[in-house]
């Protein structure tokens, strides 16, 4: 009998990948940020655990603004290239805060099904 599962390499890029819209949101809430500086900080508050390439994190960048979610405006500022700054919009505040409660309660679900008892 052969056992399968789904492998720890799976099952992270699973979770990343669901909650990517959550973490970029979730950045731009209190203040504009451009794209290296969200995947540096998803980066450095998870202490390396998670880590988004350009090669994702820029086409998600541009499909929450596609939704409304986020809106980005391009910023030069002297001795630096140009950056793509993105602000949280009303109707991405509105999906943050369903987004946060979704996961607060998926958490909480996995915690009372994994602590044991």
């Given at each position: 009998?052969?056992?399968?599962?789904?492998?720890?390499?799976?099952?992270?890029?699973?979770?990343?990948?669901?909650?990517?819209?959550?973490?970029?949101?979730?950045?731009?809430?209190?203040?504009?940020?451009?794209?290296?500086?969200?995947?540096?900080?998803?980066?450095?508050?998870?202490?390396?655990?998670?880590?988004?390439?350009?090669?994702?994190?820029?086409?998600?960048?541009?499909?929450?603004?596609?939704?409304?979610?986020?809106?980005?405006?391009?910023?030069?500022?002297?001795?630096?290239?140009?950056?793509?700054?993105?602000?949280?919009?009303?109707?991405?505040?509105?999906v943050?805060?369903?987004?946060?409660?979704?996961?607060?309660?998926?958490?909480?679900?996995?915690?009372s099904?994994?602590?044991?008892?």
């Amino acid at each position: 009998m052969t056992v399968t599962y789904i492998g720890a390499h799976i099952l992270d890029r699973e979770l990343k990948k669901g909650s990517a819209e959550l973490l970029i949101l979730s950045l731009v809430e209190t203040r504009a940020r451009h794209g290296y500086e969200i995947g540096s900080l998803i980066e450095q508050r998870s202490n390396g655990g998670l880590k988004f390439n350009v090669a994702s994190l820029y086409p998600l960048l541009y499909r929450l603004e596609k939704r409304g979610w986020i809106r980005g405006r391009w910023v030069e500022k002297a001795g630096q290239r140009r950056r793509r700054y993105y602000r949280l919009t009303a109707a991405g505040k509105k999906v943050l805060a369903e987004q946060r409660s979704s996961w607060r309660e998926f958490v909480a679900a996995v915690n009372s099904i994994t602590s044991g008892e």
